[in-house]
């Protein structure tokens, strides 16, 4: 298996964090390999988040070495990855149900010389990931439906990511495989086991305690009944 004993990467979202300390927020996660921008149009998820302004401030308060990971929860998704690319993203996740033009879609953002990423809804089924399984960086599983932060766990999502990260180890992919929706040190391990690879965490992390701390206790579950 192409995933064990490969650690596993922590993308805390700021759609949970303190928008009156954006900066101090991001600083104390800056451990964190990634960081993941959750960017919602009001008509794919029913809610606004934010956009290009707060993307752009983000990439400043962030270290440089940390992968800025948007997940673009809007409809035709195809129409601002040149601006979301301009802004600061280093990977665009883009829904396979927000567009008829997904292949478009990853071609593009592999020409803005960015990483791709393609996610599924829980009620998608996977097999709408299988053609452009071998072109992408990125499969991210949402374990909630999106559209909002500190949502319960779905916890079919075990079984979906085994599936996907077996078909990535049969075409010797070495995409990262993401989940995302109610992580917490409850479920990091189990996530970790069936093959994920990086796990985005929101209320979690920047919930009561503070986000570093919040860090630290999902990578002390990580590293918790490992060989
Ligand atoms: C949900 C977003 C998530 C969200 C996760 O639509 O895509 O990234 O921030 O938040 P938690 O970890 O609180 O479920
Ligand atoms: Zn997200």
């Given amino acids: 298996m192409l995933h064990y004993p490969v650690p596993v990467k922590l993308a805390p979202s ?8 954006l900066g101090e927020e991001i600083e104390a996660v800056a451990a964190a390999e990634y960081l993941h921008v959750d960017v919602m149009d009001g008509l794919f998820v029913p809610n606004i988040s934010f956009g290009l302004p707060i993307l752009a401030a983000a990439k400043r308060a962030a ?6 990971d948007v997940h673009l929860m809007i409809e035709r998704p195809e129409r601002y990855l040149a601006d979301f690319a301009e802004a600061g993203a ?10 008829p033009h997904l292949h478009r879609a990853v071609q ?4 803005l010389g960015k990483r791709s990423g393609v996610v599924v809804n829980p009620g998608t089924a996977l097999e709408t990931l299988r053609p452009v399984l071998g072109d992408v960086d990125l499969i991210l599983i949402m374990s909630v439906n999106p559209g909002f ?17 077996d078909w990535l180890d049969e075409i010797g992919s070495v995409a990262e495989l993401q989940v995302d929706g109610g992580v917490s040190a409850s479920n990091a391990g ?6 994920a690879s990086v796990l ?7 919930g009561a305690g503070g986000a570093a701390a919040g860090l630290a206790q999902l990578r002390a579950a990580l590293t918790q009944g490992r060989a």
């Fill in 190 to 195: 189990a996530l970790r086991d069936a093959g």
């Fill in 108 to 111: 593009m953002t592999k020409a």
């Fill in 63 to 68: 270290p440089p070495e940390q992968l800025i």
């Fill in 90 to 99: 280093d990977s665009l996740t883009v829904h396979v149900e927000a567009t």
């Fill in 14 to 21: 700021i759609l949970a964090c303190d928008f009156t300390r």
């Fill in 200 to 206: 985005v965490a929101g209320s979690s992390v920047f």
């Fill in 149 to 165: 932060g500190g949502q319960q766990f779905l916890p079919e999502t075990l079984g979906r990511v085994r599936t996907v990260r």
